[in-house]
């Protein structure tokens, strides 16, 4: 028994020496495992680390200094406008502003209300704030408050620490120190707003513009935009968790705009500016020798500077609502039959045509028929599209015997009624048209209306009817459809005093990039027909004739002038009467008729091509626009100083 047991138990141990020799034996190999895999992981982490370390290295130091080291873009300094004489026209003054990045901003209605009182924060700041805070992203800088006062920026400062994320930034802000007087020429910047990011967008423009809050948007400063701008430069500064500005840390300065000097004499534009306050129209004055604008008047106008900042709602509408209508470019947009001031082109083409020549004479009974239109006999006060087209001298009994220059002289109407019903619309439209009627003249700005020549088609296409003998009769006095503008106008005068030669009006004298000068250059090499045409200068002697013969409109004011020169007046109707005299008086101002007038002068050498318009004038282009003519001459020719005249009113 005794031996069976030591056995069993001998037994026992054994198996249990064999079964903790295999535990022994799994607990090793597990811990090779384990240390094996914890070598592998100790690799991979060794090998993540170096390539974190060292092959990402350049990576991660960039994504760093990104919250670390910023771009901050600069805004460069906008190019300044002169006039020819080196007077400054567009400066630029340092101006500071209060901006905030709203996303950063706790309870920032409450912050917004705190300000009130603090810089005179108006509920027009708050609304423009908001107005712009809804056109950028939610992280960007939006401005709060324009043009601080230097107490505004002192009482901020001291209350600065209760605002954290609001900043005082000085910018450049556009002056215009003539204001009204050059804005139709000068235009203004303002906001960038939606319409013209997506202009940039369109135009991948948006780089030069990324320190640059303003832009041009009329005149000059839109269409020298690319010139005046600059590029922009970039500041790399260091800054903290706050996105505060720590130290700079390099710099590449911006490059200035290029300054621009204009064809303008500024002492004459603001000269013409004080004869046309309280009237409605436009002067241009030009050289006719190279097309240069000398000034360039739309009367009534407005101050530029309104919109610099963004003009308020209550001054917007004045402006829109205003019946004088400032907001419109009367010299480039403004559209008038050209009335009488056409007659020398329209003699030249029909000379040119052979149509007439300077023998050519017809009876002028103050009126003119149709040929076969059912009604005979003189025109009467009941006539109306009756086949009879009175001349202005018809209760005179007409002017009688006249040829081309007495045409242009006394301004017949029934001989020009003949030469366009000889000539016929479409050989007039083609002529016209090289004179720039119809047709954008090339000043650089944009604000220019094409005008309208009438022909056959445009009537088809717009008018749906078919073109009568009548249209016709009414575009030989530079009436009916046709509407032309003053710069048209002016651009058709200096091609007749040119003889020929078409020059482009234009602004831009010089500038440090001289492109643009070179591109007027190249369009002055246009030739309309043969420069030795005999018809030019007979033409022109006509437009003498205006001045200083006895049946001239402008007669009575230019005759003991200290200079020889040439014109044509216009009378241009508005509204068609069927009252036997005109009566401007009994008319509603809007009802009476345009005066205008074109001249040049010395008529030998010609210096100064002008064209006046005065909208809704008491009487016609000889007696209201020549007297302004003959004072404009009178001041650029000889240094005669205007004296202020009462405004002719009806009495």
Not at 196 to 201: A, E, F, G, N, V
Not at 494 to 519: A, C, E, R, Y
């Amino acid at each position: 028994m005794e031996t069976k047991s030591y056995q069993a138990i001998k037994k026992k141990g054994r198996n249990h020496i064999r079964d903790h020799t295999a535990e022994a034996s799994l607990f090793i190999r597990r811990t090779l495992v384990s240390f094996f895999v914890v070598l592998v992981l100790f690799a991979i982490l060794l090998a993540n680390l170096y390539h974190l370390q060292v092959d990402l290295y350049d990576l991660f130091q960039t994504r760093s200094n990104n919250n670390r080291i910023k771009l901050i873009p600069i805004s460069p300094t906008r190019g300044l406008i002169y006039d020819r004489n080196g007077k400054v026209l567009a400066l630029n003054n340092t101006t500071y502003q209060l901006e905030v990045i709203p996303g950063k901003v706790k309870n920032l209605d409450k912050q917004l209300d705190r300000l009130r009182s603090i810089i005179d924060l108006t509920d027009d700041d708050i609304a423009a704030f908001q107005k712009e805070q809804k056109s950028k992203r939610r992280f960007a800088s939006v401005t709060l408050k324009n043009d601080l006062s230097e107490e505004q920026i002192a009482r901020f400062s001291v209350n600065q620490y209760d605002f954290p994320d609001f900043e005082i930034i000085g910018y450049q802000r556009r002056f215009y120190p003539y204001g009204a007087a050059l804005t139709h020429i000068i235009g203004y910047v303002s906001k960038i707003n939606d319409k013209d990011l997506q202009w940039l967008s369109e135009q991948d423009r948006n780089k030069d513009y990324a320190a640059t809050r303003d832009i041009g948007k009329l005149g000059i400063e839109k269409y020298y935009e690319p010139l005046l701008l600059g590029k922009p430069g970039y500041a790399e500064v260091e800054v903290n968790s706050r996105g505060r500005i720590i130290r700079k840390l390099s710099e590449m300065p911006p490059q200035a705009g290029q300054n621009i000097y204009l064809t303008l004499d500024l002492d004459l534009q603001m000269y013409i500016t004080k004869i046309m306050a309280g009237r409605r129209g436009a002067v241009i004055v030009s050289d006719p020798r190279n097309g240069e604008i000398l000034a360039m008047v739309s009367s009534p106008s407005y101050d530029s500077n309104l919109f610099v900042d963004g003009i308020s709602n209550k001054d917007f509408d004045t402006l829109r609502n205003d019946p004088d209508g400032p907001l419109f470019n009367r010299a480039t947009q403004g559209t008038y039959p050209p009335a009488s001031t056409v007659k020398p082109y329209i003699a030249f083409s029909a000379l040119s045509e052979k149509v007439i020549d300077a023998s050519t004479t017809i009876h002028d009974p103050g009126y003119w028929r149709l040929p076969n239109s059912k009604n005979k006999g003189p025109c009467t006060a009941k006539d109306k599209n009756n086949g009879c087209y009175r001349d202005w001298s018809w209760r005179r009994g007409g002017q009688g015997s006249v040829n081309v220059l007495k045409a242009i002289e006394s301004s017949s109407d029934t001989f020009f009624y003949q030469v366009a019903f000889d000539m016929g619309i479409d050989r007039l439209s083609q002529w016209m048209k090289q004179f720039s009627f119809g047709e954008y003249t090339g000043i650089d700005i944009y604000e220019e209306s094409k005008g309208l020549m009438p022909t056959r088609e445009w009537k088809k296409k717009n008018r749906k009817a078919s073109w009568f003998w009548g249209d016709t009769i009414s575009v030989g006095i530079g009436q009916g459809y046709w509407r032309a503008t003053p710069i048209q106008m002016n651009k058709a005068l200096m091609t007749l005093i040119n003889h020929g030669k078409v020059v482009t009006p234009h602004f831009l004298l010089s500038s440090q990039s001289s492109k643009q000068q070179d591109n007027y250059l190249d369009e002055n090499k246009k030739q309309l027909s043969t420069s030795n045409s005999p018809y030019w200068n007979y033409v022109l002697e006509g437009m003498n004739q205006v001045m200083q013969g006895p049946k001239g409109s402008a007669h009575l004011t230019f005759s003991k002038a200290p200079y020889k020169s040439g014109g044509k007046s216009g009378t241009a109707q508005v509204f068609g009467l069927n009252k036997q005299i005109y009566d401007a008086c009994n008319l509603p101002e809007n009802l009476r008729d345009h005066a205008l007038f074109i001249a040049y002068a010395p008529f030998d050498n010609p210096k100064v091509a002008i064209t006046l318009v005065i909208e809704n004038a008491l009487s016609g282009g000889g007696s209201t626009a020549a007297p302004i003519v003959r004072q404009i001459m009178d001041h650029m020719l000889v240094g005669k100083e205007y004296i202020p005249e009462p405004l002719n009113k009806c009495q």
